[in-house]
């Protein structure tokens, strides 16, 4: 038994826990070796860290960290019974394993890389070693994984089997940690190291673009659909800044300016937040309120400038505090209003002594509050020096460049150029335009003047160009009015006007189109149809489609190239037609069957909208000759009419072919049992199984003879199809004859179609 007590106690030891450490105890009852200390203190994991930015909780919408623990309290909403249906049962303690991920919340640099943590802690407080853990990042956000964990007792596996499965750069899977890790980023400092606690998965994440990070980590080990995930958010920003230096004076009002710019590229960025605040000393700020409090606007050269006046009563040093924040919803994110840095400045305003050394921030560093676990801050940036505030007053430039003419119901643009030619800055900079009732701007509709109070600062010889587009209503001579000042007192205004115009009639767009062929033509003859259009408007014809369809009785072949069969039509495309120009189509088609009226329409479309059609019909009479011997009477007064249309004069061998049989009733009466015959030569087989017919009867194949079943009646004037797919088995000349006889029609009406088969 001391054996068995002995291996169970070094086991125990082994174990690690959401509390780390913890040595069971004796059942004194004597029913268990061990009692595991059940009613201890409820242990926490380590809180985690990340690499390269500190978490935020500066803002109000971050509450502080609170401890994770693997027991609900029972008054915690939603909590759920095991084994009720998922039903929630109020203040009731229900212990359960839970997966819990730490940091939640964090503000990170572009650029770098974020390190989180997700841990398994079961209802005794233990975490869980060895689990698999699935990361996943939310394809609409920001952000890539880059390394995680896997199993074993090293960060990098040596087994092929251990090592964690990264499927995409948003989806991978780790495992909680057998043993503790250090996780070190290559360099010789120790502070940016990463500690892995025993049962702890990792992942690292980081971004090369502003945005959102959504983040969940789940583990299938849990059964509780509510505890086996957990979330964490990453705001990647975009940002270096530079707070305004301390300075000394000997008197009068100074200038401060925080510069705000994009880290990637140095680009100045508009609409960020500077909050200034009077923290000691005498001070005033201008346009300040209770408590000397005063939030400005980065302008579009991403400057945020504040006036500080001395009291002189309450002392002879001001301390300015200035804090960095990125509003909520900046350029169309769903980012939350974040307060990124923080500084502070002095100045002494009796001009003697030294000012108290202030080290300038660094960029997305330094400022934000300290962190349970020591990490490193972003990398340190250099900062640009400011210069010292000089001595004068702004004075302005101001040009205005832009069209000259405009055109009624169009948009015409200007560009205000405005810059500081004086030797101090200009802060405050207001544009104020007004303009003529021709004009309209989409600030505000109603009004004929406008008023920009962001424009921002300029420093001694700097420059900001500023766009203005309007909305031209009216015709004539149009003026605009520009008037520039800033809190220093200086102005300049410019006018500019332009001539508005009524645009030039529009063309209009037309289209001629004439389709032409013969009056009359005879069986098996051709006739030519010739299709002929013309742009007969002001502008040029863009995408025009020539659709021509023809009668079943005529067999259409066209004479120029560069045609498509849709639907049994011809389509032709003609990219552009200037004005005046025409085209010309000519299509052959060959008579198949006695019609009255054998028609061809032909349809033509644009890009404008254009639609026109033609029709041309012709009178297909019988061969010469060929009434008495076919047995169909006369021309308009026989009975049975029989047609055989090929789809092409020629055919491979090896290949298949259709071939339509039409049957029609010319008399003024119905025809009874009328039967359909087609004789194929050895050359040809046709395809039983795949054929069709619009009568519905069934056709049977008797050596080379396809004989159809007796069709019961046939109305006037109706006519039949029979299609008949064919393969082709070998070279040579042959004929296809077809024969229909009818009760009334006994001698039969016999067509024959000669085929050319081409070898392979």
Not at 53 to 74: C, E, I, K, M, N
Request: charged share 20%; net charge negative.
């Amino acid at each position: 038994m001391n054996w068995r007590r002995l291996t169970l106690a070094v086991c125990a030891v082994l174990l690690g826990g959401c509390a780390g450490l913890r040595v069971p105890r004796i059942d004194p009852t004597g029913e268990r070796v061990f009692v595991w200390p059940q009613n201890q203190a409820t242990p926490v994991a380590p809180t985690l860290g990340t690499v390269q930015a500190q978490p935020v909780f500066t803002d109000p919408v971050f509450p502080q960290p609170t401890l994770t623990s693997g027991v609900v309290p029972a008054s915690a909403p939603g909590v759920v019974q095991p084994g009720i249906a998922g039903a929630a049962v109020q203040g009731l303690n229900v212990p359960q394993d839970r997966l819990s991920i730490t940091p939640d919340r964090v503000l990170a640099p572009v650029g770098s890389e974020v390190i989180l943590r997700a841990g398994i802690c079961t209802t005794e407080n233990f975490l869980l070693t060895d689990q698999k853990v699935e990361w996943l990042i939310a394809r609409e956000s920001a952000g890539e994984i880059v390394d995680l964990g896997g199993k074993g007792c090293c960060r990098k596996p040596w087994l092929p089997w251990n090592k964690p499965k990264k499927i995409d750069n948003q989806y991978a899977i780790g495992y909680t940690a057998k043993m503790p890790l250090l996780i070190t980023r290559g360099t010789a400092d120790p502070s940016d190291d990463v500690k892995v606690e025993r049962g702890h998965s990792w992942a690292s994440i980081t971004s090369p673009v502003e945005g959102t990070s959504h983040i969940t980590a789940v583990t299938p080990v849990i059964e509780s659909w509510a505890a086996r995930r957990a979330t964490a958010i990453i705001y990647w920003v975009d940002v270096r800044w530079t707070f305004p230096p301390s300075q000394i004076t000997a008197g009068g009002s100074q200038v401060m300016t925080t510069t705000v710019r994009r880290h990637t590229d140095g680009t100045p960025l508009e609409g960020w937040i500077v909050r200034y605040e009077v923290a000691g000393g005498g001070g005033q700020l201008t346009g300040g309120q209770s408590g000397q409090v005063v939030e400005v606007v980065t302008g579009p050269d991403g400057r945020a400038s504040i006036d500080v006046t001395p009291t002189g009563s309450t002392g002879s040093v001001t301390q300015i505090n200035a804090q960095l924040v990125r509003p909520a919803r900046l350029a169309g994110s769903d980012f939350p209003r974040l307060v990124v840095a923080n500084g502070s400045s002095t100045i002494n305003w009796t001009g003697q002594g030294s000012t108290p050394y202030l080290p300038e921030p660094d960029d997305l560093g330094g400022s934000f509050p300290t962190y349970s676990q020591p990490e490193r801050g972003p990398p340190t940036v250099d900062q640009p020096a400011e210069l010292a505030t000089p001595v004068g007053r702004p004075t302005f430039d101001l040009q205005i460049r832009g069209d000259s003419q405009a055109q009624v119901n169009a948009q015409t643009r200007f560009e205000v150029v405005i810059r500081n030619q004086g030797s101090a800055p200009a802060t405050g900079i207001v544009l104020h335009d007004r303009f003529d009732p021709g004009l309209s701007h989409e600030m505000d509709r109603r009004s004929q003047e406008i008023e920009n109070t962001r424009v921002g600062s300029l420093a001694a010889g700097e420059s900001l160009t500023i766009p203005l587009v309007f909305d031209v209503l009216g015709s004539g001579r149009l003026c605009h009015v520009v008037t520039i000042r800033c809190n220093e007192g200086a102005e300049a205004t410019k006018q500019a006007c332009i001539d508005a115009v009524q645009p030039a009639p529009q063309g209009q767009p037309g289209l001629e189109v004439k389709k032409d062929g013969p009056r009359q033509s005879r069986v098996d003859d051709i006739a030519l149809f010739r299709v002929v259009i013309k742009n007969t408007g002001d502008v040029p014809l863009t995408n025009l489609e020539i659709v021509d369809e023809y009668d079943r009785s005529l067999s259409p072949l066209p004479t120029r190239q560069g045609y498509e069969i849709i639907n049994d039509n011809i389509v032709w495309r003609v990219p552009r037609l200037e004005v005046g120009a025409s085209e010309t189509f000519e299509v052959q088609c060959t008579c198949l069957a006695v019609a009255e009226r054998a028609c061809g329409l032909v349809k033509v479309t644009d890009d404008s909208g254009l639609v026109l059609m033609d029709e041309k019909c012709v009178e297909v009479l019988p061969r010469l000759g060929s009434e008495a011997a076919a047995g169909v009477g006369p021309a308009f007064g026989g009975t049975l009419r029989l047609a055989i249309v090929a789809f092409s004069d020629s055919v491979r061998a090896g290949t298949r072919a259709n071939y339509r049989f039409l049957i029609e009733n010319k008399a003024q009466t119905p025809e009874q049992q009328v039967q359909l015959r087609v004789f194929f030569p050895a050359e040809l087989t046709p395809d039983v199984i795949a054929m069709t017919n619009s009568a519905n009867v069934r056709g049977t194949l008797v050596g080379n003879e396809l004989r159809f079943d007796p069709i019961a009646t046939v109305r006037p004037a109706e006519r039949l199809e029979f299609l008949v797919p064919v393969s082709i088995n070998k070279p040579g000349v042959v004929n296809i004859t077809a024969q229909l006889t009818s009760q009334a029609v006994t001698t039969p009406v016999e067509k024959t179609e000669r085929v050319e088969i081409l070898g392979r």
